[in-house]
């Protein structure tokens, strides 16, 4: 019997809602000071567990509908990796900041942490428009990078006058990867409506 | 531009995916590309025009609406 016959357990759409509402719960908690900031990042990690079965289910599905695509499941594999690695590295990070009193070269340090993850991540889409055979598949990714990267800068400079002029409080630069993430999966999402 | 994929890859009874994978492409790129969302790259459609044995001007032709 293969797994194409009898889909082994769930499917992506599951573990994707079950991964965004276990987020989310954690946030508002966290929000309203309902668990303090250890138990939240220990709750965020082991949510970060739920995009493994998110991502094994997805690969189950493209093999069964015969889409399977190696550029795409090395993409996520080093994207879920780099997410591992993020959260561990901020846990770690805010935690040692919490501790001790770090300055300079420490603080330098522990701030490489959570950074230097993200960095993979960014090297993981790099690499994924590099081996990317399919001239479609990497049209897509590109415009939705664009579209992202669009809705980033807008979003960017209108908050940094608004900032300037005193109208929303001021933010941490490191939004910017967070949201390009947001905005690529609503680019993709928006061109999937589209029919494009 | 207007292309006729559908028809050359159902006169061979072909499926989508079946010419998929002798091009070397996803299954999208062929639906893309059949139903005109996507135009290929000239290598594609050099590849494309190879596999059927036909010049690509016998499957690809310009849009009615371009100059």
């Not at chain 2, 969302?37 to 050099?46: E, G, I, Q």
């Amino acid at each position: 019997m293969t797994s194409a016959e009898t889909p082994a357990g769930r499917g992506p759409r599951f573990w994707g809602a079950l991964y965004v509402g276990s987020i989310a719960i954690i946030a508002v908690l966290r929000i309203t000071d309902a668990i303090p900031t250890p138990v939240g990042l220990i709750l965020f990690v082991g949510a970060m567990g739920l995009l493994i079965p998110f991502v094994r289910s997805s690969e189950r599905r493209s093999a069964a509908n015969g889409c399977m695509n190696p550029v795409i499941v090395r993409y996520n594999r080093r994207i879920l990796a780099a997410s591992m690695g993020y959260v561990f590295g901020l846990g770690i990070a805010l935690a040692l900041w919490n501790t001790y009193e770090l300055s300079g070269a420490l603080a330098f340090a522990i701030a490489l942490l959570p950074t230097l993850p993200t960095f993979a991540m960014i090297w993981a889409m790099g690499r994924y428009l590099v081996e990317e055979t399919d001239e479609y598949l990497r049209y897509r990714m590109v415009r939705a990078a664009l579209m992202s990267l669009g809705m980033v800068l807008a979003i960017g400079i209108f908050w940094g006058f608004l900032e300037t002029f005193e109208l929303v409080p001021h933010i941490w630069a490191w939004w910017v990867l967070p949201v390009w993430a947001i905005g690529l999966g609503l680019a993709q999402l928006w061109m999937k409506v589209r029919g494009e | 531009m207007n292309n006729r994929l559908k028809v050359l890859r159902a006169e061979r009874n072909w499926s989508q995916q079946d010419l998929a994978e002798r091009l070397g492409v996803s299954r999208q790129s062929v639906n893309a590309i059949e139903t005109g969302r996507y135009d290929p790259s000239l290598p594609l459609a050099f590849t494309i025009a190879d596999l059927f044995g036909l010049p690509i001007e016998a499957i690809f032709s310009r849009d009615q609406t371009e100059s």
